[in-house]
């Protein structure tokens, strides 16, 4: 998302650069580890300020995305505070981690950040509801999860020479592309077996695409099937997912907690519809009955309804498929994002322009 981002500012004409590689993420919560990364990014920022007088240069404004409790903005707050340029936040959020506080002073960090920012920009219910906790409404903007496709590359065929309609056997071609980890991946993959087990009778055939610790876990999650129909092909490159969803008929990742998911938008962007989860984000990039079918969680019977309804209805397959790609090109490409930073971003930077005199 980031890189998404970068790109859609340079659509909308900004001279975007990357204006630092420290990173103030921490894994640890400690006292003296908050210390570190603070003290971290002063130094940075000093360098920065440096460097800058030396070209006789001064941005105009700071951009920084994901500010949140793990990864505090101290780089922003020391370079707008020296400069006296505005600050704007791309997907500042607050996580779960720290049920006992262990995270807190963390958090408190990263709000100071939020509060000096003239403009948060959110792609989650959840973040917005977080935000306006925080500070006033005109300072909070919504933009939907998005995808930049120029930034992609699809291949034309496999690397390992095999050809991707040979992966499938037969039926309606469904597709799973994710990592396999502990977690809401795994329950995903669960949910994804358990639905296809109570369709053994239908015509249907499933390749996956991914690795990680839970490979073995996933392989038995499907050894219930006896007749070939689930090919776990492992790890693939990126631009080979785009020529693998070309070939499906359907994306089927039920997403279980998914902040929103970009696979999904991926698979708009070919033109492939959907069967997921009506859970957390997935909604904000999947619409019910246009784009694909969302199915109640964690319910697995009405998993595998939705299931069984797009492997039978081949017309509602074609009609999602159609929905998906207008969705994608109207509504959630580069091109729509661009335009809505430059409105949000534009006033911000005359508003502080007016300011400086």
């Not at 358990?194 to 050894?223: C, Q, R």
Request: glycine residues 8%; contains cysteine.
């Amino acid at each position: 998302m980031a890189g998404n981002l970068y790109a859609a500012l340079e659509k909308a004409g900004y001279d975007v650069f990357l204006a630092s590689r420290y990173i103030c993420y921490s894994k640890r919560w400690s006292d003296e580890y908050l210390e570190l990364r603070r003290l971290g990014a002063i130094e940075e920022g000093k360098m920065l300020l440096d460097k800058w007088a030396r070209e006789k240069f001064k941005p105009d404004l700071w951009f920084c995305f994901h500010n949140y409790c793990k990864a505090p903005d101290w780089l922003g707050m020391y370079i707008c505070q020296h400069l006296n340029i505005p600050l704007v936040h791309g997907k500042p959020c607050k996580t779960g981690q720290g049920p006992n506080g262990e995270w807190d002073k963390w958090r408190v960090e990263a709000q100071r950040s939020i509060l000096m920012s003239e403009a948060n920009i959110v792609m989650t219910h959840n973040d917005r509801q977080y935000l306006e906790s925080l500070v006033s409404k005109d300072k909070i903007f919504w933009i939907p999860p998005f995808l930049d496709i120029s930034l992609l590359t699809t291949a034309t065929a496999l690397e390992n020479g095999k050809e991707a309609e040979h992966l499938w056997n037969g039926g309606t071609k469904l597709f799973a592309p994710a990592m396999m980890r502990p977690g809401a991946k795994m329950e995903s993959y669960r949910i994804l077996s358990d639905a296809l087990k109570l369709l053994d009778d239908k015509k249907w055939s499933l390749v996956i695409a991914g690795t990680g610790p839970g490979f073995d876990e996933v392989k038995s999650m499907f050894a219930w099937d006896r007749h070939d129909r689930v090919n776990l092909i492992g790890e693939v490159k990126p631009e080979e997912i785009f020529h693998l969803i070309d070939h499906a008929d359907l994306l089927t990742w039920p997403g279980y907690r998914e902040a929103y998911g970009m696979v999904y938008l991926e698979a708009a962007s070919r033109g492939c519809p959907v069967a997921a989860l009506n859970n957390t984000g997935v909604p904000l990039v999947v619409e019910n009955q246009r784009t694909g079918l969302l199915a109640t969680p964690p319910d697995v019977p009405s998993y595998s309804k939705i299931l069984s309804k797009l492997i039978k209805d081949r017309q509602l397959l074609d009609s999602l498929a159609k929905g998906a790609f207008e969705f994608f090109n109207n509504e959630r490409s580069g091109s729509q994002t661009a335009a809505q930073l430059k409105a949000i971003i534009d006033p911000v930077l005359k508003r502080h322009q007016k300011l400086a005199g």
